[in-house]
C-alpha cells in the first residue's frame, strides 16, 4: 500500500479516482475546498492550494508517494477569463512545486482534450486524424491556455528533478450519475447529446466514463517510475458518443473535415489512446452502448 494524496477529490472525476485507489489498495488523501470527497479516502482536507504556503503544508503533513492533481476551475467560461488562468494555472504550479520540493515519486496532472483547440470561434480544423498527443495545441480561450501551462509546469519540473510526473488528458468526463440521466457538465444529458450531435460535434464526440479514466490514473501512477519523464497521454473511450460514423458526422460540424474523417468508420473515434495502449497496457472498458442500457434497466 502506498499513499496517493488526489487533489480535486470531490470533482466528477476525483470521485472515482479516489474510490479506485482505494480498491486498489492504497491509502488516498483527498484534498478540495468544496465537500463532496467519498468516505473510501483515509483523509478528507478542505484546502486551498492556490495558497503555497497550504499546497507545501498539506504535502508536509502527509508525505505522499503520489500526487494526481486533478483540482482546476474545469469548465470554460464559468469564471471570468483572468481568473481561470490565474487559479488553474497557481494550482499546477503550486502543486508541482510543493511535490518536488518535498521528496514526492510520482505526480500526475490533470490537463484536456481542449487543448486542441477545438471549437475556436475563428473557425478550427485537426491537422489529421485521429488525433494523437503529437498534434499541434492551439488554444483560444483561458481554460484551453491555463491546461497547456500546465502541462508545461509539468514538464519543466520534470526536466528539473528526481519526481516522475506526467499529464493525463481525460475525455468528456462522464460519472456513473449520468448515465442515469443526470446532465453533464455541460448542461444537457447524455441523451440530448446523442440526439443532437452539434451537441457533442463541438468537442468531437470524445468521451470517457469516470470508472475508465480512473483505471488509466491508477495505472499510470502505478508505472510512472518505468516510464521517460513528462510524457501527456490522452484517455478516451474506445468509440465516439454518436449514433452514426464520424466520417458522416464530423464533416457536418466541422468543415471541411471530409478527406481527414473519412477513416473513422464504424464506431471510430477522433482521439487515439494508442500511446496509453502501448506504454500502459491500458484500454477503456466501459461504452455509452452498454452504460446507458444498464442505466435504463436498472430504472
Not at 483515509?42 to 492533481?69: C, K, N, W, Y
Not at 508545461?152 to 519526481?163: D, I, L, N
Not at 456513473?176 to 457538465?185: F, H, L, S, Y
Request: proline share 8%.
Amino acid at each position: 500500500m502506498s499513499t496517493v494524496l488526489v487533489t480535486g477529490s470531490a470533482g466528477r472525476l476525483g470521485r472515482s479516482v479516489v474510490s479506485t485507489l482505494a480498491a486498489a489498495g492504497h491509502e488516498v488523501i483527498g484534498v478540495d475546498s468544496a465537500p463532496g470527497t467519498p468516505p473510501e479516502a483515509a483523509v478528507a482536507l478542505p484546502a486551498d492550494l492556490t495558497d503555497t504556503g497550504q499546497a507545501f503544508e498539506v504535502m508536509a503533513r502527509f508525505r505522499p508517494e503520489s500526487v494526481i492533481h486533478l483540482a482546476a476551475i474545469a469548465t470554460p467560461f464559468s469564471f471570468p477569463e483572468s481568473t481561470i488562468f490565474k487559479v488553474n494555472t497557481q494550482l499546477a504550479f503550486n502543486v508541482c512545486e510543493a511535490s518536488v520540493a518535498l521528496g514526492v515519486g510520482s505526480v500526475v496532472v490533470a490537463s484536456s482534450p481542449t487543448v486542441m483547440g477545438y471549437g475556436a470561434p475563428g473557425g478550427w480544423a485537426p491537422a489529421y486524424l485521429p488525433i494523437d498527443e503529437e498534434h499541434p495545441v492551439r488554444p483560444w480561450n483561458a481554460y484551453n491556455l491555463s491546461k497547456v501551462a500546465a502541462e508545461e509546469t509539468m514538464k519543466t519540473f520534470a526536466r528539473a528533478g528526481t519526481t516522475k510526473l506526467a499529464a493525463v488528458r481525460p475525455c468528456f468526463v462522464i460519472p456513473p450519475e449520468e448515465w442515469a440521466g443526470a446532465p453533464t457538465q455541460s448542461g444537457h444529458t447524455l441523451k440530448e447529446r446523442l440526439d443532437r450531435p452539434e451537441l457533442a460535434g463541438v468537442s468531437l464526440f470524445n468521451y470517457i466514463d469516470a470508472r475508465d479514466a480512473s483505471e488509466m490514473i491508477t495505472v499510470l501512477v502505478e508505472a510512472l517510475p518505468e516510464l521517460p519523464n513528462g510524457e501527456v497521454f490522452f484517455a478516451g473511450a474506445a468509440d465516439a458518443l454518436a449514433r452514426k460514423p464520424l466520417s458522416d458526422l464530423l464533416p457536418q460540424v466541422v468543415p471541411g473535415t471530409e478527406a481527414l474523417a473519412a477513416g473513422l468508420t464504424g464506431t471510430a473515434p477522433a482521439f487515439s489512446t494508442a500511446k496509453a495502449e502501448r506504454l500502459l497496457g491500458w484500454q477503456a472498458k466501459r461504452s455509452w452502448r452498454s452504460e446507458l442500457l444498464e442505466a435504463k434497466e436498472a430504472d
